[in-house]
């Protein structure tokens, strides 16, 4: 393999294993590869209908490559604070209760290299898109702290404005501390899109409107943000019928399920995706199914809060668009987008039997499904035209020993393996397992400093 530092002009990758291309026919090719040009792959096929040179060369003989895997719900910063001892065994309602204090701490310092950790956990686990929903903003913290992670690392990157304006005092679920002023949230969320937010297609860098949840922001700011969302021309994302604790918020304080409150205020199309949804009932699937609504399936983090496990066949059956999250790095507690694809297939089998969801199905959820609930045509398979980004997982060891049979049902289930290489628009970002774009060991000597002021205030 060659070795140049320099993102290439063009990029050839020839042999693979098996390339899954999650393009219109599902194409699995043996031997296969893939030709770019700057950031937009303009061929795919077997190695006899590629170009023969380009200026870098990967020959990927003894591995899979796959779509880089789309990340649709996480909150980065939690990476400082897992596996605390105060909310190891809560559910969701304790856990925010036991953490929201300490977050309350958050500098601008920590959230930016909360936000690198978490991001090159993500990469490193063979993604190369993902959203991040950040919702409280003290001390000085600002969404442009995430922003410069994201550039650094070299991520596609969907920021999510989030926002809480209801504390405690006023019936909801954070200090009153932690909330924002409702004009003061909406005069930001408009600033930082303006500012930032890149409609273009094969876009690094998109801008969304995420309130919290509806036991952290109000009624109006929810119909607010939808409509300066709308005005704007960027997407939704909220929590959604996450538990039986957020159910019987919602029946109690708006009358409503949580897809009937969501579809009173506008949050239901095509430009919106709900996380969790692990109690969405038969007519809020039908009513996302309906309107083009997506999801964003977090497995992990439903198992480790105890919330349940989420309908996603029926979701997937009926048409809804479902991809997948790894959540915030303190309800997960990982950042694993291959490991999130196995526990979906597992998770659906404990309820539904052994084919309620295949292998195929899984990684489908983790690269096409996540592009569609991102609203973006230009990621999640391997075709021209499309991102030229692509991770690559080495078939020969001992995790996947005996499996390769079938080398794409291995990955989702055999122990979930890091890529050894990932390209993101064009550019190789991991080079045989190792984070090229920063220097990992110093990042994760700061970010452990910072958790331990974090936490002990």
């Known amino acids: 393999m060659t070795s140049s530092g320099a993102p290439a002009r063009t990029l050839l990758v020839r042999n693979a294993d098996v390339l899954v291309t999650m393009d219109g026919q599902r194409r699995e090719l043996r031997g296969g590869g893939l030709y770019a040009q700057g950031n937009t792959i303009t061929a795919v096929g077997p190695a006899s209908e590629l170009p ?97 992670s994201a550039e650094e690392i070299g991520i596609r990157f969907h920021a999510m404005r989030g926002s809480m304006s209801v504390g405690r005092s006023r019936g909801g679920l954070p200090p009153d501390s932690l909330v924002e002023d409702e004009a003061g949230i909406l005069k930001d969320t408009q600033r930082v899109v303006e500012a930032h937010h890149d409609p273009a297609r094969l876009s690094m860098l998109r801008i969304g409107v995420a309130p919290c949840s509806p036991f952290s922001v109000s009624r109006d700011l929810m119909r607010e943000s939808a409509s300066l969302a709308r005005s704007l021309g960027v997407s939704l994302h909220t929590h959604l019928a996450e538990n039986d604790n957020d159910v019987a918020y919602s029946r109690e304080q708006f009358g409503a399920t949580p897809a009937q409150y969501a579809e009173a205020l506008g949050w239901v199309g095509p430009d919106v995706w709900h996380a969790h949804c692990v109690k969405l009932d038969d007519a809020g699937i039908e009513l996302f199914a309906r309107t083009g609504t997506g999801v964003a399936h977090c497995p992990c983090s439903n198992m480790r809060l105890g919330s349940g496990t989420a309908p996603v066949r029926r979701m997937v059956a009926r048409g809804v668009r479902v991809g997948l999250g790894v959540d915030g790095s303190a309800s997960n507690d990982a950042g694993s987008m291959i490991a999130e694809a196995r526990q979906a297939m597992l998770l659906q089998r404990v309820g539904l039997g052994p084919s309620a969801m295949t292998a195929r199905q899984a990684l489908e959820l983790a690269t096409l499904g996540g592009a569609r609930v991102l609203g973006r045509d230009d990621i999640g398979a391997l075709a021209p035209g499309m991102a030229a980004d692509f991770a690559a997982y080495d078939l020969r060891g001992v995790g996947t020993a005996g499996g390769l049979h079938d080398p794409v049902a291995a990955l989702v289930f055999c122990a979930p393996e890091r890529s050894s290489w990932v390209v993101i628009n064009g550019r190789v970002v991991v080079e045989e397992g190792r984070l090229r774009t920063v220097d990992l060991p110093s990042v994760i000597e700061r970010h452990n400093r910072l958790s331990r002021t974090l936490v002990a205030g």
């Open 52 to 148: 023969q040179s380009a200026d870098r060369v990967l020959d990927l003989a003894g591995y899979a490559v796959v779509p880089g895997l789309v990340n649709t719900h996480h909150h980065m910063f939690q990476s400082l604070t897992r596996a605390l001892p105060a909310a190891q065994d809560a559910g969701l309602f304790g856990w925010l209760e036991a953490l929201y204090p300490i977050w309350a701490r958050m500098t601008p310092e920590m959230l930016r290299v909360s936000s690198l950790t978490a991001m090159a956990e993500l990469v490193l686990s063979g993604c190369t898109t993902s959203s991040d929903h950040l919702y409280l903003f003290p001390n000085g913290c600002r969404l442009e702290d995430t922003l410069q």
